[in-house]
């Protein structure tokens, strides 16, 4: 994970693993909702987008889609699950926190196995998480790249930090741009492969295509 290191990873999954079984709130779908008030805090309706944190209370914007406020919650859960383990709250330990507390390893897992990475799949089983949230959960717990394609632009490129540097940053590959490309054409799900999916999350103006692919075949298409 950049700016944390690698060797954080099982001390962060630790920490969410400890609060969720703490609070009884491990079995999906995690309402954020819920874990929050088991944690001893107070949540309050605000206006706007953004949510913070105020002492024990935590303000969640009534304007933002339902699976964004579950994840601002998650992610203010996540500088005080750090804060607690005495750790550093950087953005990149919070965003993994977040993602761990909203979709427990041990149960995730055993859905990627049973879905074959299916964002259709997972979004069901996980209703109150994000399919970006879904996605960076996936390259946490997999050798995988994923890509973000907002309006037929890319905009986000993550990749498990363990994988070599020719898949780490944010030039895409020939077959990522491709499937971006076909699928915001199509408005389709593709597979061309096992465990290499393009899903198409359109809305109202709005059309994101999120592409993700197992490592190996990433890397032997791209060589």
């Known amino acids: 994970m950049v700016g944390s290191g690698m060797d954080r990873l099982p001390l962060l999954e630790g920490i969410a693993a400890e609060i969720l079984e703490m609070t009884g709130c491990d079995d999906p779908p995690v309402d954020a909702f819920e874990l929050a ?22 303000h ?17 859960l996540g500088h005080w699950a750090l804060r607690r383990a005495r750790e550093d709250d950087d953005h990149p330990a919070v965003r993994y926190m977040a993602g761990a507390l909203m979709l427990p390893r041990r149960p995730f897992e055993a859905d990627l196995r049973s879905s074959a990475w299916d964002l259709r799949t997972l979004q069901a089983r996980h209703t109150n998480a994000s399919a970006q949230m879904i996605v960076y959960r996936i390259v946490q717990l997999r050798d995988a790249v994923a890509s973000i394609w907002d309006n037929g632009r890319l905009t986000t490129r993550i990749a498990s930090p363990w994988l070599p540097k020719g898949l780490q940053g944010k030039r895409p590959s020939r077959l990522e741009s491709r499937l971006a490309k076909e699928c915001l054409e199509a408005g389709e799900v593709l597979q061309p492969s096992n465990l290499v999916w393009a899903w198409p999350v359109f809305s109202p103006g709005y059309k994101r295509v999120i592409v993700i692919a197992e490592a190996e075949q990433l890397s032997l298409r791209w060589s």
Not at 60 to 76: F, K, Y
């Open 37 to 58: 008030t088991c944690c001893g805090f107070e949540l309050v309706p605000t206006k706007g987008e953004v949510g913070r944190v105020i002492g024990k209370l935590i």
């Open 60 to 76: 969640v914007p009534i304007g933002a889609r339902t699976v964004r406020q579950h994840g601002q919650v998650a992610h203010e």
